[in-house]
Every structure is written in C-alpha cells, then in structure tokens.
C-alpha cells in the first residue's frame, strides 16, 4: 500500500525509521512512480451501504471512546465503536500515558501520621513515597492563600504572571474554589503539625512522607488553569463541578482497569512535565486472554493498559459490539430534536449509517493538529509564537471532527481560545520527547543561564522558552535541555541514555563545547558549567539556585552520593565526570482546552444551556474542564472518567 500512511499509534520512533527504510528500499530497487508509492494511491471501491443499530454508537477509539465502549458493554448495553484511523488508539497512544491521581495508600495518612507503609488496592503492603525538596513551601504558599473573592480589577493595572502562585495567593480565589481551598488548608495544616517538628529536628524534606490529597489535586487544577486573555478582557478557570468529578472519580480508575488486566507500578507518585505534585500513576501493559484459549498474554506499554484491556472487555461482553476502523464519521443524524445516530464513511467509500438506540458519544479528541483552527480561534498567545508553522505532537487525525458536527445540531462550545503547547517537543516533528523538569535545567542558548523554574506549568515554560530560546533548523524557542544521564526520563522514553543524532546526546561536560559547536551553538559552556553548579549547590545545601528559583528538585545535575536519610554528602559532588543527557527541545500544539459545552453526567448542551437529546460527550473533544492550561497528566485521568460517565450516564437516561 505505499508509505503513505499515520505513524503507528505509540510507535512513533519506529515507524518512522520504518516508513524511510521503506521509502529507501523502494527507491533502491527501481520504483517507477516514486509519488504515488508514498501517497498510498491504492484503488478501493466502495461496498453496499451499511445500516445497523446498537444501543451506544461511540465516534473515537482514543482513550475517552474506550473507556465509554467498556463501561458501555459491562452495562449491558450493544456498542459500536466508529475510528478514522486504521487502528484505535486515537491521541492517548503518543501521549505521556501516565494519569495524575493521588494514591491515597502511598501517602500521608492522617489517621496513622507515622506509618512508613500502605495496603494497596491489590491487598499488598507498599513502602509509602517521599516528599521532594520544595513541596512543603508550596503547601505554605496555598495555607496562607487569600479567601477574598478573586480580585480582578488588580491584574487590570498589574501584569499576570501565570504560574506565579506568590503573587496570585494574595488576590484571592474564585468563590467557586473557597470550599476547596478551606477544607485543603485545614489538611496541609494537620501534615504541618506533624512535619515542623521533625524538620525543626533535622530530617530532610526528601526523607518525609509525601502530602498529597484529593483536595490538593482539584486547588492545583484549579490555579493551574486560571488563565487571562491575551487582550486582558476575560478570564478562563476549570468548572469546579466537572474538575472535582475528574478528580474524585479518577480515584477508582486503577481498580477498574486492573479488573479488566491492566497492570500499573504500584509503589510509586512520579511527576512529568507541567504537572504541578508528585501523583502521577505509571502503566506498564496489561495480562489478558485476547484469544480465548484460557491463557493470558502480556501487551506491554499504553496500548495494553488503555487498550488491549478495556477493548477485549467491550468485544467480549457482546457479539454485536463492533469497532469499525478507517472509518469516518461525518455527521450526526437528529430526529425529533434527539441525536439518534451517526453517518459515516469507511476508507473504501462504503457508506455507513449506525443509528444509536440509547446515545451517541463523541470522543473524536481535540484540534491540535488543525494548526490553522487553532491559530484563528486563538486569545491566548502572541501570533509571533503560535503560527501556522508552529509543529504539533498530535496525530494528523485530531482536526475537531467532533466539535464540528456537534455544532451542526446546536452544541455550544467553551474555551476555544486556548491552546496549549507541549514544552519538551523534538525539534525535527514536534513529538513529544516526554519528561519532567524537576531533575533538569533548560538552558538559554545564548547566554548559557537557566531562564525558568522548570516545574512550572506547560505554558509558563513555553512562553519562557519562546522569550529565551533561539530559532534553529527553522523551529523558535530552541533551548538545551540538560540533566543527569542516570536519572531516568518517565514514561515511554525510547533512548535514556543513548546518542540520538539531532535530539539527544549523552557527554561530559567536558564534552559539551566541541559537541554545542557541531550543533550551530553558540554557548559559553564555562557559564553553563558555572550555572550547573550554582544550581547543585543550592539542592545540596537546601537553598536556591542564583539565577531562577525552582519549587520542586528531585535530582542533582552532577553526581553525589546521599546519606542514609537521603541527604547529600556535599564533599562527593563531582560534575566534571559526570555522564549528562543533553536534548534540544522547542514548544509544539498539544491539547486543546476548548470543545463541546458539557455537564457533569457529560450530556452535551446548547447555547442556552439545556441539554442536547441523546448526545453525550467525553475526552478532549469537551471544553470547561482544564481552564487555560491542563496539567501534565490529567488528560488521561479526564479522559477516562468521563468515558465511563457518559456510557453510565446512557443506562441512567434510559
């Protein structure tokens, strides 16, 4: 069939060295139409139309659409899945694939203070995980929170600055999140009580029990989101109802998951880039009998925890249930003012009309890869940053499809205006190069100084980087990512501490200049030395760093051995031998916080806010949920939930 075809889902890596070595081979061996071979142009001729019915038609086999289909299914109900791409998978496949949601059995209990370990979902006793340098500041700064109303009339005469939660602490909080922030604060103050003492005595930060809470996740949510336009004339924050219902309900996701096979680390809360705490939950595949024989098989990665597992409960539950790929919906079929189907068309042009006894859920994702929607709805970020040149880590298939048809029977849409940029993209397709900023420092290519606190949220270090990087190989906001090679990159990471000619390189610091100059840099690398070093020293010593302070370090750049209660041995440090993993990295479009006016049980709503028979809504296709910026990791957690909402909220409705 030709070259001419999407990367497979969660394999981006490989299948583009696979689709070169193909064009190559072609090439080599005397194709005659060259353009044609890469286009794909294969003959298909359409089939007799198709027409069924189920009692849930879902569009979009991402994540959102997967979860609904399986919840669905173990409601009893018949389901169809309907995918534009020739396998499901959607966007969830090559993102980070970890979920933020607190674990409350590996954190700091309350009710047993000084209890080191904690019974797992599974009946298993896990080690409980450490706090990280700088969190117990944090968790100062949201206790003496301001619980005035929101002041907006300051920020007309004052710059907002977003992530600066110093500053917004003392404006107030949107009245929405008082509740929140006062049962949080009462929380942070027990943990205080019982931490101040021991800290007061000596003992590292790093060797107490992490705080995390469910309160504490939607207050970040909430800040996190809080965004004003580019034009200064309005504001945009998450619905407190639809984050609090993410959230919550995010706790019973791991437990639904590995009913069906799905298999996640247990033991520990990492972070990953723009998520804000340390509650992150790391997949590892899932054990399930895809074949029936009565023995399970191992699928490794996103696809088997998100995919293999909710997808063989759904095929299972029901002969009729189906998943049809290359297939693209097109329109929503509306009778009587209820959504009562779907029309589409399979890759071959057979048409197909599925009509939905009980509903319809669009889980079709989000517009990121639509660069040219994304520009024109844009209130958020200078034209000279977001363009049509701008790179996306999206598949090709995210265009809005769903929006767009939802539309045609009278959704509203929210939060158009807002897109956010995936800091840590590679610089030659704007993949996601995965990872987190508390082990790192992003270096300016200029100067060879850090220019933000790296564990701030996705738009504050995109704006940093676009202010500071520099253009190279034709992409703005270029900056050099440096880190210990021995500290591991979270999440789906190809190459950890391996050269990758163009993205990523492992040297000494030593090494560092005669490799910066081969790349076009032009960096003092004795600055960059000078900037590691400040930056070390103030983690071993437990201050900040000169240039940019930092909330959370969670490792040091060069190498040091700890004492046994994790604290450094300051005499040991050593950069000139230490292995560091250099990366180039620039901002690319990755989600898109606008979509489909919801509600809580994720029916879809009109201009006036009434709901729209039959049509339901989940997954990033949904606006309202992360305000102007989302965490790192709490796509997968929303995504999911409201899935499972939405299928839950058919059998309820009928």
């Known amino acids: ?83 534009k791409n020739a396998e499901v998978g959607g966007n969830t496949l090559v993102s980070g694939g970890q979920y933020q949601s607190v674990m409350p059995y590996l954190v700091w209990d309350p009710s047993d203070p000084d209890a080191t370990t904690g019974k797992g979902y599974d009946g ?13 500041d944090e968790l100062k700064t949201i206790l003496n929170w301001s619980e005035e109303p929101f002041d907006e009339d300051y920020y007309k005469d004052h710059e907002y600055v977003a992530g600066d939660i110093e500053e917004l602490s003392k404006h107030g909080v949107v009245a929405d999140y008082l509740p929140t922030l006062q049962a949080l604060k009462k929380e942070i103050q027990a943990y205080l009580d019982w931490a101040q003492p021991k800290l007061d005595a000596g003992t590292p930060e790093s060797d107490l029990t992490l705080f995390s809470t469910v309160n504490l996740h939607i207050f970040q949510t909430y800040y996190g989101g809080l965004r004003q ?62 074949d029936g024989d009565g023995q399970k098989e191992e699928y490794k990665g996103r ?189 789906p990471y190809p190459y950890q501490d391996e050269d990758e000619d163009g993205r990523q390189y492992v040297r000494t610091i030593g090494e560092l200049a005669d490799l910066l100059k081969e790349e076009g840099f032009d960096t003092d690398v004795e600055t960059i030395k000078a900037t590691i070093e400040d930056y070390d020293q103030a983690i071993i010593n437990g201050t900040q760093p000169a240039d940019v302070s930092k909330k959370q370090f969670s490792a040091l750049i060069g190498d040091c051995e700890k004492n046994d209660d994790g604290s450094y041995k300051a005499d040991t440090y050593n950069l000139d031998d230490a292995k560091l993993r250099i990366r180039f990295l620039a901002p ?40 102007g910026n989302r965490l790192g990791g709490n796509a997968i957690t929303e995504i999911f939930v409201s899935g499972r909402t939405a299928a839950n909220a058919i059998t309820e409705d009928n």
């Open 124 to 136: 298993n006793e896990y080690n409980k995980v450490k706090s990280v340098q700088g969190c117990i």
């Open 303 to 491: 696809w088997g925890t998100y995919f293999v597992a909710p997808m063989t409960s759904f095929l299972n539950a029901n002969d009729h249930n189906q998943i049809m790929t290359r297939t693209t919906a097109e329109e929503l079929i509306q009778e009587d003012g209820r959504v009562s189907g779907v029309k589409a068309t399979m890759y071959d042009g057979t048409e197909v009309t599925a009509h939905a006894k009980k509903g319809v859920v669009l889980a079709t994702g989000g517009y990121a890869a639509n660069i040219k929607k994304v520009v024109e709805t844009n209130e958020y970020w200078d034209p000279e940053y977001l363009n049509e040149k701008t790179e996306t880590t999206n598949r090709g298939s995210l265009q809005g499809d769903g929006i767009t048809m939802a539309e045609a029977v009278g959704a509203a849409t929210t939060g158009m205006g807002y897109t956010q940029l995936m800091p840590i993209s590679w610089v030659d397709n704007g993949d996601l190069a995965f990872g987190g900023g508390d082990y790192a420092v992003y270096i300016n290519p200029t100067t060879g100084k850090r220019f933000v606190d790296e564990t701030s949220e996705r738009d504050v270090l995109s704006l940093g980087e676009f202010r500071n990087g520099i253009e190279w190989n034709g992409h703005k906001g270029v900056f050099i990512e440096i880190a210990n090679a021995a500290t591991p990159i979270p999440g």
């Open 588 to 627: 690319s479009t990755h989600h898109t916080m606008g979509g489909v006016a919801v509600d809580t049980k994720r029916h879809v709503l009109d201009a006036d806010g009434k709901v729209i028979d039959g049509l339901y809504a989940a997954g990033e296709v949904t606006g309202g949920i992360h305000g």
């Open 1 to 83: 069939n030709g070259t001419g075809v999407d990367a497979v889902s969660g394999a981006t890596f490989s299948s583009k060295a696979l689709k070169d070595a193909v064009n190559d081979a072609a090439e080599q061996a005397g194709v005659t139409n060259k353009d044609a071979f890469t286009s794909n142009t294969v003959e298909t001729k359409a089939q007799d139309p198709i027409e069924d019915t189920w009692d849930v038609v879902v569009v979009g086999g991402g994540g959102a659409g997967m979860a609904a289909a399986a919840q669905a299914a173990q409601n009893g109900d018949s389901v169809l899945v309907i995918e």
């Open 229 to 290: 336009s580019a034009d200064k004339s309005s504001w945009i924050y998450g619905d407190v109802d639809l984050v609090s219902q993410f959230i919550e309900d995010g706790q019973d996701l791991k437990p639904w998951l590995e009913d069906m096979g799905s298999t996640f680390v247990e033991d520990t809360q990492p972070t990953l880039i723009g998520a804000l705490w340390y509650r992150e939950n790391q997949f590892i595949g899932a054990d399930v009998d895809t």
